[in-house]
């Protein structure tokens, strides 16, 4: 049975829904206003072979701070939903993601308990209609509704546009090592009988 769930959320300064299938092959539909931001959540459901589609109608005429967080707390929420009681998956996952000089390193456990440390320093303000300190925010978003502990850190790049895509794709590489099957457990995998 296919791990899918859709989440749809709606404030005054955005309305936002969200699919993703955890089994998928990697097929996007992602429309957020923001290019940059469609280009890094592409990245991320390529990468992690997650069907994702993204509608997010956002308060731009503001700026991008609303809608790149609000989008996390839907993504994140949708993944947590898509995971359920996380039995017979593997719960930790990791990656070593390099993109020409950059090298991120992203690290997840599936653990019931949020956290984010997140280590990156972009050289640019703006990565396209991107405010760089909204990725930030964004994988705060997420980590805190899908209640994943979650590291993110650029360990070597000049580059803000590399550096926020390999963030993306490292992220989802590591989701996909997190949420993937694991034939040999029935229940979740931990020795407290619950994530
Ligand atoms: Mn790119």
């Given at each position: 049975m296919e791990r899918t769930a859709t989440v749809k959320r709606t404030t005054k300064e955005t309305d936002i829904e969200v699919t993703i299938c955890?089994?998928?092959?990697?097929?996007t539909d992602i429309h957020t206003g923001i290019g940059f931001f469609d280009h890094m959540l592409d990245g991320f459901a390529r990468h992690g072979l997650f069907d994702l589609s993204v509608k997010a109608a956002g308060d731009l005429d503001v700026d991008c701070h609303h809608t790149v967080e609000d989008t996390g707390i839907v993504l994140g929420t949708a993944i947590a939903q898509a995971l359920?009681?996380?039995?017979?998956?593997?719960?930790y996952g990791h990656f070593l993601l390099p993109m020409d000089e950059t090298l991120v390193l992203c690290a997840i456990d599936l653990s019931g308990r949020p956290y984010l440390n997140f280590d990156a320093s972009f050289a640019?303000?703006?990565t396209g209609g991107l405010d760089t300190e909204m990725i930030r925010e964004f994988f705060y978003a997420v980590s805190y509704s899908a209640m994943m502990n979650l590291h993110l850190k650029?360990?070597?790049?000049?580059?803000s546009h590399h550096m926020a895509e390999a963030l993306f794709k490292g992220f989802g590489r590591a989701l996909d090592m997190a949420t993937a099957?694991?034939?040999?457990?029935?229940?979740?995998?931990?020795t407290k009988g619950t994530l």
């Open positions: 955890l089994d998928g092959t990697g097929k359920g009681k996380k039995e017979g998956i593997r719960r640019a303000e703006r650029v360990l070597d790049g000049s580059n099957p694991e034939p040999r457990i029935r229940d979740a995998w931990t």
